[in-house]
């Protein structure tokens, strides 16, 4: 091509670059309250106040809770990533009927069970990579505010007192039901709503209950007892976020009742009481049955992260969007491993497809090597034409769906894979001679692009708290203890195989791979050397729950 016309098509395509990357894009949301996507705008410019539905602390937490934490930690992060000053609430229920029950039965007090749990839950939020929120109120902290919210409540004739307990008057709200659509018959009796002829209608539920024998008690105007579920919720998020504030999240389930019920109560006790966005988080399922404990089909956190690395179980969260049902199966683990393994780490597939893949650790070694070859001139960075067009493909297309409704499970492909490619062919063309000029073309480039991974891996808080090398390492620790192997093991084998190789046994070595790779581990002969990395178990089978062993 004429160099000037080659030239001309650079610049024109730099303009067009520039011009996409100048785009708004409005970040929406849907609105559980409105049934539809809205854009974003919150009620004070440049900040956010968002309450989320925290966990009931009686046991270890779940898949499921799993799910609702990481969803709302990335639009935590995401709305801090669009420069928002975020006040996140996520609260403890540590006082509630199951973990009494579960106290009587261990003998403990139940404040203290609870708050045992709660510092468990915290520890897997940890694993998973989840931000600590700007507040975690407990109800045993929130007594006082419970009970003023409570006798607001009454004065407003919204609530009546009956041998102590304080039940709320769903007849004196005619908006009930307006978040689920759901009608007064439909507030299921004996689901937390406690069947009572004392109430004025069935549908009646408790904000305060009196005190009972061997159960933890507060005193109040109505005599001593503990809250109901619900009130809990609006009179903490009043607390620290007053009675306006932007999104309350939580999962689907709790739509109805428990979000129906704050709605009354907050609206009870101050009229003008108002949160603007209701988001709420799909199901987790099991072989597409939704997870429960009747079913004996639900495992914690704990469980899965014995043998899978919290960062694959991050990943595999964040592979569906947050709204749909997501259907939890060993396989889709093993590929949410498998991936974040690749994103880490030199891949080098087998000499069949004469490819090899290097990633991220591989770039950030290139770097640091070469560092010394780097200008330190405070001029902005010269990148190649091809890297240009890549973190602006990049950058678009990860603006243009996260603004989506946090449209996460579209952005791990696509321009973010092309991105880790161009690595790949960088690095190899830094294997090669180059003049100084062309050679500081390509480490700038690679630069910039992995610059601009990383802050996608941040945002969705997969960018590792440690070294990729030591994330790597981690992830083959997993990989072994699911394979029932220990590193020796797989020492022992490649060495062993390789005397069948030297044997000319070259059946039995592709049965002795085929073995391993049955196991999820992955043999790779790279010249005179074999490696070993992790891989999807080839004969896998679809919802096998993992053991605890």
């Known amino acids: 091509m004429d160099p000037s016309k ?45 309450y989320v539905c925290g966990v009931t602390a009686y046991d270890f937490s779940h898949l499921g809770h799993a799910r609702a934490a990481v969803s709302f930690d990335v639009l935590y992060r995401y709305l801090e990533h669009l420069g928002y000053e975020v006040t996140y609430v996520r609260n403890f229920t540590d006082v509630d009927d199951k973990i ?53 409540i009454i004065n407003k004739d919204f609530g009546y007192v009956v041998d102590g307990d304080v039940f709320f008057a769903v007849d004196k709200f005619p908006n009930y039901g307006k978040l689920s659509g759901q009608k007064l018959e439909n507030n299921r009796a004996g689901e937390r709503v ?37 009130i809990e919720c609006s009179a903490m998020s009043a607390h620290y976020l007053s009675f306006k504030f932007d999104i309350h999240g939580g999962g689907l389930d709790l739509i109805f009742p428990h979000h129906e019920n704050e709605i009354a109560q907050s609206c009870a006790a101050c009229e003008e009481s108002d949160v603007s966005y209701w988001m709420h988080n799909g199901h987790v399922t099991n072989n597409n049955e939704k997870m429960s404990k009747s079913l004996g089909n639900f495992f914690t956190i704990r469980q899965i992260t014995e043998r899978y ?9 964040i592979n569906a969007h947050y709204r749909s049902p997501l259907n939890y199966s060993v396989v889709q683990l093993e590929g949410a491993s498998d ?33 010394e070859e780097m200008p330190n001139d405070g001029k902005p960075a010269r990148i190649s034409l091809d890297a240009k067009e890549c973190i602006s493909k990049l950058r678009n297309e990860f603006q243009v769906k ?20 161009l690595v790949n062919n960088l690095l190899t063309m830094l294997k090669k001679k180059q003049q100084k000029q062309q050679r500081l073309l390509v480490i700038q480039s690679l630069k910039e692009i992995e610059k601009e991974v990383t802050k996608i891996l941040d945002v969705l808080g997969l960018q590792p708290p440690c070294s990729y090398n030591e994330v790597l390492l981690q992830l083959k620790e997993k990989a072994l203890t699911r394979a029932g192997l220990v590193e020796d093991d ?60």
Not at 18 to 38: G, L, R
């Open 339 to 371: 991936a974040v393994f690749y994103i880490y780490q030199v891949i080098r597939k087998s000499i069949l497809t004469c490819f090899v893949v290097q990633t991220l650790k591989d770039c950030q070694d290139a770097l640091l090597q070469l560092q």
């Open 309 to 317: 690395h919290p960062l694959a179980l991050r990943y595999f969260l």
């Open 100 to 152: 009494i029950r579960r106290a009587n039965e261990t003998g403990e007090d139940p404040i203290s069970l609870s708050d045992r749990y709660c510092k468990e839950y915290n520890i897997d939020m940890s694993d998973l990579q989840c931000l600590s929120p700007t507040h975690e109120p407990r109800v045993s902290d929130h007594m006082e505010q419970i009970k003023d919210m409570i006798t607001q």
């Open 194 to 230: 406690a069947v009572d002829s004392r109430k004025r209608n069935p549908s009646d539920f408790a904000l305060w209950k009196a005190a009972k024998p061997g159960e933890p008690s507060w005193d109040s105007p109505w005599g001593p007892g503990r809250p109901g579920w619900h």
């Open 6 to 50: 080659q030239e001309t098509n650079q610049k024109k395509a730099s303009k067009t670059m520039a011009k996409k990357e100048t785009q708004e894009f409005q970040f929406v949301v849907y609105n559980t309250m409105t049934q539809q996507k809205e854009v974003f705008k919150p009620k004070t410019p440049g900040k956010v106040r968002m």
């Open 490 to 549: 797989v020492v022992r084998l490649i060495n062993e195989r390789a005397e069948v190789r030297r044997n000319k046994d070259f059946l039995k070595s592709d049965q002795m791979r085929a073995h391993l790779q049955a196991k999820g581990i992955a043999l790779m002969d790279v010249g005179t050397e074999t490696i070993w990395r992790p891989c999807v178990p080839v004969q896998q089978e679809s919802g096998i729950v993992p053991s605890e062993g």
């Open 402 to 421: 996260m603004a989506d409704d946090l449209s996460t499970s579209l952005i791990l492909t696509g321009a973010f894979l092309e991105a880790l490619k």
